[in-house]
C-alpha cells in the first residue's frame, strides 16, 4: 500500500508543478477580434500586445459565441459550458492563472490551462478555443509561444493583404500555398 502511495504521489507532482514566473519564450496576446466564417465556424484573431502581430485560430461557433458573450459582459439565464467551468474551478478554491497556446501539430493549435491551487500549479491540455473563452470568463492572461507567433503569425501587412484579396487569406488558413499545395 504505501509503494501505491508513493507511485500515486509521483504521478500527481508530475502534472504539478511550481507557479512559473514571466516566460521568455511566450508572448501576451488579447482578443483583437471573432469574425463569423462560413461552415459552422469562427476566425478567433489574437493579437501580441508589443508588437501587433496576429496569430488567427479558427474556432467553432459555440466557442466563438461563449467568447463574445463573455467578452460583452453577458450572463445568461443559466450557466453554460465555460460559466460552469469558471463556477466548478473557484468552488474547488482555484484559479485560472494564465491560458498557453503552445504547439501547431497536425494542422492544429494546441494549448495548456495553468489552475492555481494552494500554491501550486496544476497544467491541463486543452483546446485553444475552451481555454480563451474560460479566460474571458476569469480574466486570465492568455500568451502564445513565440515560435507559434513566428510561424503562423500574420503581421498587420498580411491582415491588410489578405483583406484585398479573401482567396489567399482562405488559402492561409486552410495552410495552402498560391497552387492550393499544402504548406
Known amino acids: 500500500m504505501r509503494h501505491l502511495l508513493s507511485v500515486a504521489a509521483a504521478a500527481l507532482a508530475a502534472t504539478i508543478a511550481p507557479s512559473p514566473g ?3 519564450d511566450f ?13 459552422e465556424a469562427a476566425l478567433l484573431l489574437l493579437e501580441a500586445k ?8 479558427v474556432i467553432g461557433l459555440f466557442e ?24 466548478a474551478v473557484a468552488a474547488l478554491g482555484a484559479t485560472v492563472v494564465r491560458v498557453d ?17 494552494s500554491g501550486r500549479t496544476v497544467t491541463l491540455d486543452a483546446r485553444p478555443s475552451d481555454s480563451v473563452a474560460l479566460a474571458t470568463r476569469t480574466r ?7 515560435r ?5 503569425g500574420l503581421s498587420r501587412a ?26
Open 64 to 87: 466563438a459565441s461563449a467568447i463574445e458573450q463573455a467578452r460583452l459582459g453577458s450572463v445568461p439565464p443559466r450557466p453554460l459550458t465555460h460559466d460552469l467551468l469558471a463556477s
Open 27 to 39: 508572448r501576451a496576446v488579447e482578443i483583437a477580434a471573432v469574425v463569423p466564417l462560413e461552415d
Open 140 to 146: 486570465a492572461p492568455i500568451f502564445a509561444a513565440r
Open 158 to 183: 498580411d491582415l491588410e493583404r489578405m483583406k484585398k484579396d479573401p482567396r489567399e487569406f482562405q488559402r492561409r488558413l486552410r495552410g495552402e500555398d498560391a497552387e492550393g499545395t499544402r504548406l
Open 101 to 117: 497556446i503552445d504547439a501547431f501539430q497536425d494542422s492544429v493549435f494546441r494549448a495548456k490551462l495553468r489552475l492555481s491551487q
Open 50 to 57: 508589443d508588437s501587433g502581430e496576429v496569430l488567427p485560430l
Open 148 to 152: 507559434i507567433l513566428a510561424d503562423q
Open 22 to 24: 514571466a516566460d521568455p
